[in-house]
C-alpha cells in the first residue's frame, strides 16, 4: 500500500511538471515591454540613437527610443532582449521580437523588416545604424 501511494504521488507530480511546462512553451507570446503600446520606452546607452518600432499580428506597435554603441540594428536589440533568432544562409533569421513570436513554418508568419518606412534591403544583422533612423519590425504573412 505504502508503495502505492508513493508511486501515485510520484505520477502526480510528474503530471504537475508537465503541465507548468505546457504553461511556459516557447511558442507563447510574452511580450515584454506591453507600456511600449502606449508611450515611448527607452533602452539602452551609448552615442547612437534610433527609433525602433514592433508590430505584432494585430496590428499593435509597440515603440522604443534606442540608445547603443553597437554598429549594427540587430546586434543592438538582441543585447536589448528585443529580438531573437537563428542564424540561417541568409544572416539572421528573426522569430521573436519584444517577446512575439511569428514563426512561418507553424503560422505562415514572419517578421519583415524597415528602415524609414522601405522595407529593407538587408537583413537586421546587415544593417549599420544610422543615427536618429527609424527601424521597424512588422509581422507579416
Do not use: H, R
Not at 511538471?17 to 511580450?31: H, I
Not at 534610433?50 to 549594427?72: C, H, L, M, P, R
Amino acid at each position: 500500500m505504502k508503495k502505492t501511494i508513493s508511486v501515485l504521488i510520484a505520477m502526480l507530480l510528474m503530471l504537475l511538471m508537465c503541465a507548468c511546462d505546457a504553461n511556459n512553451s516557447p511558442d507563447e507570446d510574452k511580450v515584454l515591454y506591453p507600456e511600449a503600446a502606449q508611450s515611448v520606452v527607452e533602452l539602452g546607452s551609448g552615442n547612437k540613437q534610433f527609433n525602433f518600432t514592433a508590430v505584432d499580428g494585430e496590428g499593435t506597435g509597440y515603440k522604443f527610443s534606442i540608445s547603443t554603441d553597437k554598429t549594427y540594428v540587430g546586434e543592438a536589440l538582441e543585447e536589448l532582449g528585443l529580438l531573437e533568432g537563428s542564424e540561417g544562409e541568409f544572416g539572421l533569421y528573426v522569430n521573436k521580437v519584444n517577446g512575439i513570436y511569428a514563426q512561418y513554418e507553424v503560422t505562415g508568419t514572419y517578421w519583415a523588416f524597415y528602415v524609414d518606412g522601405v522595407y529593407a534591403s538587408l537583413g537586421i544583422d546587415m544593417t549599420e545604424i544610422t543615427d536618429n533612423a527609424t527601424y521597424e519590425m512588422k509581422i507579416e504573412k
